[in-house]
């Protein structure tokens, strides 16, 4: 399997730290973000690698290079301006190939295994969901026997016996086919996924181990102190 990181996106909410540097390579435990992604990718046996960039992406093929101090081979897809998540992955299909794929978002942090990550039948996706933080209390999808629903999909009787919301953790399996009739630009990646989930075509899991969204220098810094200790 081909992986593919997000490192497109200009972090706004990380300002003024990413007016120099872009987000996913500012540091926590001394060493940068996307680098933890490399190395748990290389360790999982997943070593053919497309990173997507735009906001100082310069920065980002001189830093990591063609990845080879990691263990892998990176290969990248930049972007005059960020095509957003679904616009970004599409433009990389042709370096990701036919076969599904897995994708992380290169601003979190995750002790997700990638290992055993696949597509189940006919799915187009497969995603990972985390417990809400406290910064996303109402959650993205529901999951029940391994499938992924999108708000409004599930019905009174799953309501009925407290069924909660859990948050998308930024990391799926995709099929190509799932960005059929997609046209190149900008675009999101959720449409793409409520629509597979009307049609029953997305599974998913519950992951609960650590993973952190950073997106603020707060937790930023609440990352680099959990690293340290």
Known sequence: MKAMILAAGRGNRMRPLTDRIPKPLLEAGGRPLIQYHLERLAAAGIHDIVIN?????????????????????????????????????FKALPLLGP???????????CDIDPIGLHLSGTDLAHLILVDN???????????????????????GSDRAEGQRRLTFSGVG???????????PGAFALAPLLRDAMAQGRVGGEHHRGHWLDIGTPERLAELDRLLRE
């Open 53 to 89: 960039h735009a906001h100082l992406g310069e920065q980002i093929e001189a830093a990591l290079g063609d990845g080879s101090r990691f263990g892998v081979h990176i290969r990248y897809s930049p972007e005059r301006t960020a095509l957003e998540t679904g616009g970004g992955i």
């Open 99 to 109: 076969e599904p794929f897995l994708v992380i978002n290169g601003d979190i942090w």
């Open 133 to 155: 933080p406290p910064h996303h209390p109402s959650g993205d999808f529901t999951l029940r026997d391994g499938r992924v629903r999108a708000e409004g999909d599930h019905t």
């Open 173 to 183: 399996v995709y099929s190509p086919s799932l960005f059929a009739g997609c046209r």
